[in-house]
């Protein structure tokens, strides 16, 4: 891919939203399966998850790309996909590899411009094992009416610095952190919810993978497509703890020393439990080399999330209001910036990792 090229494909790939971009994925993989979200969209649209297949149905070596799982991160992943299709790699895969795409793994976020799911659940903390007793969070706990207050006047946001202040005053501004985002399973509503259960989402993933016979392959690389982490336009790739030091290794094998990860504290994400590599994890073991493609937009700004969540929790008949839409308008843009050249950067970088993903499967690193 040259200059010219990247620049041309980002301003052909990229949608604006959720309908564009599926008309566009189903336009380039025609065969693909549809599995219907049981929520509708803004104007009481059908909202699909795609599933897309190449290969031999017995490889044994699989490729999955993974898009939405983040709502609106789904206009970069969806832009990934298509980057993939148009250059081709699916054509002249190595022999006895496949490649699967899972296309707006979380539809209804993808369409409402949302990182949660239809439950208000953060899909990337909802993959633990709910047999279990869940992840606790004190921090949250403490700080939870001040994370998505119901009062966001001048005062009501006012209280709630003061209360962060003194928690980092007394607990350093790591902990702070880690109480923020690290997932949370007690209050639905808030700021990184994991849920109770299962998502709709989780399972349409579990069927995927088990009408693709996912589990049965000898190797597998999964690139899932995030946004919001990390400088303008770069794209890291993260591991997972879920996958340990182990899996670490194996993404560094295939990718490079650019690959970070929590555990070994050069990744710009933190330790967070029930993602998606857990699912990984549980189905393939050291037979799976996952990784979060995440391309970084702004500064870390809380107020986006923060305004989302409370026009859900407090203001739900006003979410297709003018207020409503410019909230969405902001969550929107932030994991999605419009810029060209943050673009031209994206088709750059996914285009690197796709090429380095197929010929590691060649290559049996």
Not at 119 to 146: C, I, M, Q, T, W
């Amino acid at each position: 891919m040259n200059l010219d090229s990247a620049k041309e494909l980002a301003s052909v790939v990229f949608s604006d939203d959720y309908f564009e971009a599926r008309q566009k994925f189903l336009a380039a993989a025609p065969t693909s399966r549809a599995y219907r979200c049981s929520t509708n969209g803004p104007s009481g649209e059908a909202l699909y998850t795609d599933a897309a297949y190449f290969g031999p149905a017995d490889a044994k070596k699989l490729l999955v790309l993974v898009s939405g799982t983040h709502g609106p991160e789904g206009c970069i992943g969806s832009a990934a996909q298509l980057l993939f299709l148009e250059a081709k790699f699916h054509k002249r895969l190595p022999y006895s590899t496949a490649v699967l795409f899972l296309h707006a793994l979380n539809c209804y976020g993808f369409a409402w411009d949302r990182r949660v799911t239809a439950e208000g659940v953060d899909l990337n903390r909802n993959f633990v094992d709910f047999s279990k007793p869940l992840p606790s969070n004190p921090g949250y706990e403490e700080l939870a009416g001040h994370f998505v207050p119901a009062d966001i006047s001048e005062e009501g946001l006012k209280r709630a610095e003061i209360a962060f202040a003194a928690y980092q005053a007394r607990h350093g501004e790591l902990k702070l952190r880690e109480a923020r985002g690290s997932g949370q399973y007690t209050h639905p509503g808030g700021l990184f919810y994991g849920g109770t259960e299962p998502t709709e989402a989780r399972r349409t993933l579990e069927e995927i993978t088990n009408e693709f016979n996912v589990a049965a392959r000898d190797e597998v690389i999964i690139i899932d497509y995030h946004t919001g982490l990390g400088p303008y336009g770069y794209g890291e790739l993260q591991c997972e703890q879920s996958s340990g030091l182990s899996g670490y290794e194996r993404a560094v094998r295939i990718f490079g020393t650019s690959v970070t990860s929590p555990e070994v504290g050069n990744s710009s994400a933190e330790i967070i439990p029930g993602t998606q590599d857990a699912f990984w994890e549980r189905v393939l073991g050291s037979r799976h080399t996952y990784i979060a493609l995440e391309f970084g937009t702004y500064k870390l700004n809380t107020a986006v999330l923060r305004d989302d969540h409370w026009l859900f929790m407090y203001r739900p008949e006003e979410v297709d209001s003018e207020r409503g839409r410019q909230i969405r308008q902001v969550t929107k843009l932030h994991y999605y910036p419009q810029g060209s050249d943050w673009k031209e950067m994206i088709a750059w970088r996914s285009h690197q990792v796709h090429r380095q993903a197929i010929e590691a499967l060649a290559s049996g690193k």
